[in-house]
């Protein structure tokens, strides 16, 4: 494993609990970074917090990303503890089941874009300026490689992710002078806790559309992810970051 320098860097990660977060937060943690969980389920949280103990600096905090007020109580929270936020990977998202786009619920279409997207911005709008103060950041959007191609018995997933995108490349073009960059990662499908949330036919039919015929590793997102997060990272934003087993179209 290459070892990304993160020394001295404070980095939030929505959806830290399990999954790409968790990963993300193991490998910024093996580079040197402060962690800062943040997701929804406490008792995950509490568990991933443990089980990350032993590898550095980890905090956490119980945040529901759709409401402003939760999010700006955890993002004061934080800076309490640690004094600055150099990095916020927003990671958490949810699928909202599978089917056709006239026969979903609109109140699950509705929730799928407040968490996947409306939580995106709610994060940057609370931790932006206080990253402006600083005249440094990284900010990583997590996406879909679904949100470029659109997955049919998706739309609400395939939406939300084609508005990260949008949204990372008008807040790049905002920050660019700033010391502050921010670029997305466009994934194909990773086998996470998310898969049980999905239709068996859909699980098959993203695997069938990836040329290298297996699913992506968290540890291997995590990696760009912690590239994406460094100083290393300097002249790319407003980026989208395919990591999609040969799948991405353009």
């Not at 905090?59 to 700006?72: A, F, H, W, Y």
């Amino acid at each position: 494993m290459n070892k990304i320098d993160l020394k001295g860097r404070v980095a939030i990660i929505t959806g830290g609990a399990r999954g790409i977060g968790f990963a993300a937060a193991t490998r910024m943690l093996a580079s040197g970074a402060t962690v800062s969980l943040w997701d929804v389920d406490q008792a995950k949280l509490i568990e991933a917090q443990a089980a990350l103990a032993a590898a550095g600096a980890v905090t956490i905090e119980t945040v529901e990303l759709t409401d402003e007020r939760s999010v700006v109580s955890a993002t004061e929270a934080t800076l309490a503890k640690h004094g600055k936020i150099d990095i916020l990977v927003n990671n958490a998202g949810i699928t909202g089941g599978n089917a056709r786009t006239w026969e979903l619920s609109p109140d699950v279409w509705r929730r799928v874009i407040d968490v996947n997207l409306i939580g995106h911005f709610l994060t940057c709008h609370a931790i932006v300026p206080h990253m402006l103060e600083n005249g440094y950041g990284r900010i990583v959007n997590i996406a879909s490689i679904a949100g470029k191609e659109g997955n049919p018995n998706a739309s609400h997933y395939s939406a939300s992710k084609a508005g990260v995108i949008g949204l990372t490349k008008s807040l790049g073009k905002e920050l660019a002078t700033s010391g502050i960059l921010v670029n997305c990662i466009t994934p194909a499908a990773a086998k996470t806790d998310i898969f049980a949330s999905m239709k068996q036919e859909h699980i098959d039919f993203m695997l069938s559309k990836i040329p290298m015929n297996r699913f992506l590793q968290v540890e291997e997102v995590a990696a760009m992810i912690a590239w994406l997060s460094s100083e290393d990272c300097a002249f790319s934003t407003g980026a989208v970051f395919d990591i999609s087993g040969g799948r991405a179209v353009y």
